[in-house]
């Protein structure tokens, strides 16, 4: 089946919507009567929605997944094209990302992991176009250069930044990296300008850029950091752990186990297409209303609404002010991201930087079934004005890191996705600090989980899973603790000493977590 996201182009020209499994037909299923009470609703299914679904039905509780697209997947998504798998957000993994491998594992998907780069044909080097001037270096080389930059960038502390970030998955937990949290990624390139050449400090602006696809100004040194200290504190590790393994069947495959799972548990109900308009929290039961007229009400409501949009959704009550402000003013990260299938093998063992360009980095991914390359570009919010369906400027831009005869284009534009509105999360300056703990909050009956607010691998799949298991975790506590505490009402209401009104279940999970 087809989504209707996503764009292709070939020498037919531009059209819109890609094929993809995660497509779900008929878009609506209940197995309760629309009137019924959930015990949970899932709003969004991307992976920390799934997830979430996943334990809570497989825990026995009735699950509602509602979703505004026509796929499950969010921002992680593959559409299979010609018998080649294109992942259209994130896309890569690692065994070191705990939560995400954890998945691969109980799904038997070992085997299906593979790497993205081949040194070992064609043309294998990397091609620098930095300001209008054009080189080639080996890939050697080419670690060099990056890995000085980024060192240098990263080793505030002249331990790589590990009295800053000593506990990676806990980013704030020093008072440094408080005050780092202030700093923006070009304010730190003034730092250390000195200790670079011209062409190194310019690569390493294209290497930043490209990371967190926002500009120099507008990107919080600390999330740097905090990558930086995932990966092991070198710079070799960002490319091991951030870009170089990926799951051959795709990451939709993967979702869809998650999905099915939860289906098998017959608890599951699920209605896509459905955006959610509005969340009314009475305090004993939520109503949910969609833009397509429909309502449903649950005991708990787990929202993993991205944070760019999450001010969009009517709450009431009203979202404390920092949630507010967090999600208006957002994160950053606009990248740009175009896969490209380049006639022959010649390119698989290639890499490219153009800086500055409206795409900045390129990778070889792949060989497709007909034997051609497929490359993997990258951009940042340098140019308000460019978008990668203005083709002309997508081929220039592509164009400007090697030649090559391009057979065709496939992308998804996050930077206008409405459900959406961005790629993966990149903090402002400060905004760790001043609204991480209220993003992470609960509000009323309403728990909140997104990648978007990880504690670990926040931007990436791995960041979605955790949180996702999190908040289904704190729910299913909860709804254990009521049936305790329905056992209570029911005896002091026997005994005539106490009323049976209100939910007060989420006073006692502490008390109550042994039921899980």
């Not at 926002?214 to 960002?238: H, P, Q, S, V």
């Not at 209303?289 to 959704?313: D, W, Y």
Request: proline share 3%.
């Amino acid at each position: 089946m087809s989504s209707r996201e996503g764009f292709r182009y070939t020498s037919s020209g531009l059209t819109t919507g890609l094929p993809c499994k995660g497509v779900i037909s008929p878009s609506i299923s209940l197995r309760l009567p629309q009137t019924a009470t959930y015990d949970v609703i899932v709003l969004g299914a991307g992976y920390a929605g799934l997830i979430a679904a996943r334990d809570l039905a497989t825990s026995g509780k009735t699950v509602l997944l509602i979703e505004a697209r026509d796929r499950i997947g969010g921002r992680a998504w593959t559409s299979e094209i010609d018998g080649y798998p294109y992942e259209l957000g994130g896309t890569w993994i690692h065994w070191n990302q705990p939560h995400v491998y954890r998945e691969i594992s109980r799904y038997g998907l070992q085997n299906q992991i593979e790497q993205s780069q081949d040194y070992s044909r064609g043309f294998n080097y990397c091609s620098l176009n930095i300001n209008n001037v054009s080189k080639k270096i080996d890939h050697t080389a080419e670690e060099i250069l990056f890995g000085k930059g980024v060192q240098i960038f990263c080793d505030v502390d002249g331990q790589l930044g590990k009295t800053v970030i000593p506990f990676p998955h806990n980013p704030l937990f020093t008072a440094s990296a408080r005050r780092y949290d202030q700093l923006s990624v070009g304010q730190r390139l003034r730092e250390i300008e000195s200790r670079l050449s011209n062409e190194e400090m310019l690569c390493l602006e294209a290497f930043l850029l490209h990371s967190g696809g926002g500009t120099l100004e507008n990107m919080g040194f600390l999330d740097i950091l905090r990558w930086w200290a995932l990966c092991g504190y070198k710079t070799d590790g960002i490319s091991e752990f951030g870009l170089s393994f990926k799951l051959k069947c795709g990451q939709t495959d993967l979702e869809l186990k998650i999905f099915e799972e939860a289906k098998g548990c017959e608890s599951l109900s699920y209605a896509f297409d459905s955006l959610v308009d509005a969340v009314d929290d009475n305090g004993r039961l939520v109503k949910v209303q969609t833009r397509n007229g429909l309502i449903f009400q649950a005991k708990r409501v787990i929202c993993t609404i991205p944070l760019n949009v999450l001010h969009s959704v009517a709450f009431s009550p009203q979202l404390p002010t920092a949630k507010v402000e967090a999600s208006t003013k957002g994160h950053v990260d606009k990248a740009t991201k175009v896969h490209v299938e380049a006639n022959g093998p010649d390119l698989r063992s290639w890499s490219g930087v153009a800086y500055p360009n409206q795409l900045l980095f390129a990778y070889g991914d792949g060989m497709t079934p007909s034997g051609n390359t497929h490359i993997v570009c990258f951009g940042a919010d340098l140019d308000v004005s460019f978008q990668p369906e203005d083709i002309e400027k997508t081929i220039g831009a592509v164009q400007r890191f090697h030649p090559m005869d391009i057979k065709q284009m496939v992308f998804h534009n996050w930077a206008k996705d409405e459900f959406a509105n961005g790629s993966w999360c990149m903090f402002r300056p400060g905004f760790s600090v001043k609204y991480l703990d209220a993003l992470r909050a609960r509000h009323g009956n309403v728990h909140f989980a997104s990648s978007d607010w990880a504690l670990g691998w926040r931007g990436f799949i791995d960041g979605a899973i955790e949180d996702g298991a999190r908040a289904a975790y704190l729910v299913r506590a909860e709804l254990n603790a009521a049936v305790l505490l329905q056992y209570f009402l029911s005896a002091f209401e026997l005994l005539g000493q106490f009323p049976r009104t209100g939910d007060y279940s989420w006073l006692f999970v502490n008390k109550c977590r042994m039921l899980d």
